[in-house]
């Protein structure tokens, strides 16, 4: 079992900032990448950030230069800094990660989802 546990997530001001926490537990044999998704409200799920086991990390261009992901190997826990926050930021934010549980299972896991909301 693995499970992806998110937290950080609350009602903000526009202009103000938050930080994610996501860590992964349980039978991990190894994790390829890790990073967020979000849905805003009556949209569709779009990726917001990744990083990779190498620390090679990619954006959506609605959040470059104003959200930074990071990762803690040893601790299996990957972040989420959002700086200058806009409403249309609001979103459900989810958590995944690539990993593998065994060496020839491989597969996206998904946290739970944490509300992100910015008021204007």
């Known amino acids: 079992q693995v499970q992806l546990v998110e937290s950080g997530g609350g009602l903000v001001q526009a202009g103000e900032s938050l930080r994610l926490s996501c860590a992964a537990s349980?039978?991990?044999?190894?994790?390829?990448?890790m990073g967020w998704h979000r849905q805003p409200p009556g949209k569709q799920r779009e990726l917001v950030a990744t990083?990779?086991?190498?620390?090679?990390?990619n954006y959506a261009d609605s959040v470059k230069g104003r959200f930074t992901i990071s990762r803690d190997n040893a601790k299996n826990t990957v972040y989420l800094q959002m700086n200058s926050l806009k409403p249309e930021d609001t979103a459900v934010y989810y958590c995944?990660?690539?990993?593998?549980?065994?060496?020839?299972?491989?597969?996206?896991?998904w946290g739970q989802g944490t509300q992100v909301t910015v008021s204007s």
């Open positions: 995944y990660g690539d990993l593998n549980s065994n060496w020839w299972a491989r597969r996206d896991y």
């Open positions: 349980g039978s991990i044999f190894s994790i390829n990448a």
């Open positions: 990083i990779t086991s190498g620390g090679n990390t």
